[in-house]
């Protein structure tokens, strides 16, 4: 239907709960924060933490994990309050085709999606990159062929085990869990059982001097590496077509699970300085610097000790991955059913129900980003990651939280942002200073310059696509306020009168809205 303005108000296709193609919520409060505090403490705290003391020039590296707390917190009640409103699958994709739909049409969530399919990828690719890193503890002549080979393994393992029923894997993923919770657990109980407070609490001269550039700096960079150890928490949006009771479980599955890593944290970083001296975790050479926690448990308990835990750290590693490529392939999904991207993402798997195109997708290019991360540093890989992250989503997301408030005031929230706008401003900053920081980090790489690239490069692609289907600015803006109309039910709103009907009826089963 289009009004006077030339506006095209659309409804959506129908999803009905049961029939094939349809996705199911199974996802409970336990499984989703398992599903993200997964996500969030893969391999990344492990093989970070020497790069954020490098940072900072000493133990007082522990403000980068702070800062970075501070970020994930302010940023994840954004995500919490989007999330609980729009429970889809998705994630970004759907509140920023909310939010900017009425002057861009459908550029914004283009783009995320285009840009999307390289960040979600790259940012996997980094925790294969960890694994064979730690593993290197395991087998310490394993050659770079052999390292290659043996990722590549993993990340086609990770697919396999993804390759099933959503609910089947939440059951892996509260195993993975666990696992994670007992390798971070032992290295930190490892590390408080040799703990040395003058070791992690003496600090090089002029260590605090905030006035300075030098400091200002490696907050930069501590804040960059602190904010990509907690990404994840926003892993359980992308799978809000599958989380039950979504409007009360989504923000507390990411609140709970980025106070948990905060609590983690702080006790691995500060635990393993008061072991390992932090000027051993600048030499690229020791095993300080490539596998720090193995070099806590070496020292502490001995070599059989150290061996056994890597064991579970790698496995940590994997869960991360595992649990990143589970929400990271339904991120093109929604967009393709809405016709935003290419048609065949929308298509699920006809007996599990799992995006099959998107999975293996995003298995290929982490596949690739790992080839390629392993012949560059992991502190340039990170910061090409966030770059290219930041300039798109985050920095589009904060503000379309505020756009929403002003363009939907009706939407039903069953979460709003504590202390709004103050989270909002936090993010915006935090995020600005990462982005700005990004290109002092890697002479020669030039990270801004290629994230601005490959977002020129969306918006021609954008124009082509546009043009093709003669949509915004070939043809009308298409407003579609759904969520508006058809609240999910874990909002708390009463059922409706008939299933896919009604005001009350879930986004993922309703019928069509009449024209």
Known sequence: MTDSAGTQHVSEEPVVPGQRGAFVRRIGLFQATAINMSQMCGIGPFVTIPLMVASFGGPQAVIGFVAGALLALADGLIWAELGAAMPRAGGSYVYLRQAYQYRTGKLVPFLFVWTAMLFIPIGMSTGIIGFVQYLGYLWPGMGQTQGDLTGLAVIALIILLLWRRV???ARITAVLWCVMLASVTLVIVAAFTHFSPDRAFTYPDHAFEVTTHHFWIGFAAGLTIGIYDYLGYNTVAYLGAEIKDPGRTLPRAIVYS????????????IGTLGVIDWRQMLDPGSAAHSSVASAVLEEAWGKGAANTVTVLILVTAVASVFTGLLGGSRAPYDAAREKVFF?????????????????????????????????????????????????VQALAQVLALSVLRRRQPGLRRPYRVWLHPLPSVVALTGWLVIYGYSDKSSPGRHPIEWSLVWVAAGCVAFVLWAAYEKVWPFGPREISEEFLHTPDPGTGLDAPDEPGTGPDADPDTRKPTPA
């Open 167 to 169: 609910d089947h894997i």
């Open 258 to 269: 980025i106070l948990g890593i905060m609590g983690i944290y702080l006790l691995l970083q």
């Open 343 to 391: 048609r065949p993402y929308a298509k699920l798997h006809p007996r599990h129900g799992f995006p099959v195109l998107g999975l293996a997708t995003m298995g290929v290019l982490t596949a690739v980003g790992f080839l390629i991360g392993r012949h560059t540093d992991l502190a340039t890989l990170i910061q090409l990651l966030t770059a290219v992250m930041v300039i």
